[in-house]
């Protein structure tokens, strides 16, 4: 399960169109599908490449000017929630 320490990448085998600002996710492997409003697909486009949870919380806290800790359980639990779906791929923590 990713923690907020953890960075992710979008998996290889998810699709996805996004309509009014909206994305629907497919997954090519499993058939999951997931709908996401507009901060979601905010949220996924930052996972194009690998970032931390806790990195992307604080950026998106500062640029809407919101209470970090609020961001941060927001994010943390679209990124567990599209993990379990096998939208996100954990990558390995670089902590020793």
């Known amino acids: 399960m990713i923690q907020s320490g953890d960075a992710a990448v979008r998996h290889a085998g998810a699709l996805f169109r996004v309509l009014d600002g909206e994305t629907v996710l497919y997954h090519a492997e499993t058939g999951a599908s997931m709908l996401l409003d507009p ?3 905010l949220i996924w486009a930052c996972f194009e490449q690998p970032v931390s949870v806790e990195d992307l919380s604080i950026e998106l806290a500062d640029e809407f000017e919101a209470p970090a800790a609020v961001i941060a359980s927001h994010v943390l639990q ?6 379990s779906d096998g939208f996100l791929t954990a990558l390995a923590s670089e902590e020793s």
Not at 78 to 83: C, K, N, T, Y
């Open 39 to 41: 901060m979601g697909s």
């Open 78 to 83: 679209l990124a567990r929630q599209l993990e």
